[in-house]
């Protein structure tokens, strides 16, 4: 529910900002507001946010009960691994570009060349790395969420 947005006198704040967020099991989410009066506000915002959830207002407690994943519902947030995966990727490898550009700046200024492709290589190998665990992650992750 990080992406749920409240209107708060006024201003959209974040759920978190204006509620107590709790799981009392795997399947529920309970939002008790602060204040009663952003009851409303609240359920507004969890049917706007288009996550799929229909909330249950009891009057001092917000339910929202999870629905079981469906097919489509699972490849969906496979999508959204694979892309997070790759961000995570091109984040990786323009730190590759900066770290190669700061060696070349040094060797400018006078780092020699041999020490200097000790540097690149070392920095591919710990990119290399972390590219291949972010690739194991995001596989496992993809594995466990198409698992019924």
Same mark, same amino acid.
């Given at each position: 529910?990080?992406? #749920? /947005? #409240?209107?708060?006198? =006024?201003?959209?704040?974040? %759920? ?19 204040? &009663?009066? +952003? %009851?409303?506000?609240?359920? &507004? ?5 288009? %996550? ?6 009891? =009057? ?18 496979? $999508?959204? #691994? &694979? ?5 995570? /990727? ?13 060696? !070349?700046? %040094?060797? $400018?200024? =006078? ?13 591919? &190998? ?5 590219? /291949? ?7 496992? !992750?993809?594995?466990?969420? +198409?698992?019924?």
């Amino acid at each position: 529910l990080d992406a #749920v /947005k #409240v209107e708060y006198y =006024g201003n959209l704040v974040p %759920l978190s900002q204006v509620a107590n967020v709790n799981t009392p099991d795997a399947k529920t989410i309970s939002i008790q507001p602060w204040e &009663k009066t +952003m %009851l409303q506000a609240i359920e &507004k915002g969890i049917i706007i946010s288009n %996550l799929g959830f229909n909330p249950s207002n009891d =009057g001092s407690v917000i339910r929202v009960v999870l629905p079981p994943l469906t097919e489509e519902r699972r490849k969906d947030i496979v $999508k959204k #691994v &694979k892309s997070e995966a790759e961000n995570a /990727k091109i984040t990786i490898r323009n730190l590759r570009k900066d770290a190669n550009e700061n060696i !070349k700046r %040094l060797q $400018k200024e =006078g780092l020699p060349e041999d020490e200097a492709k000790t540097a690149e290589t070392n920095v591919q &190998k710990t990119i290399d790395l972390h590219i /291949k665990k972010v690739d194991e992650l995001s596989a496992a !992750k993809e594995a466990e969420i +198409m698992q019924i």
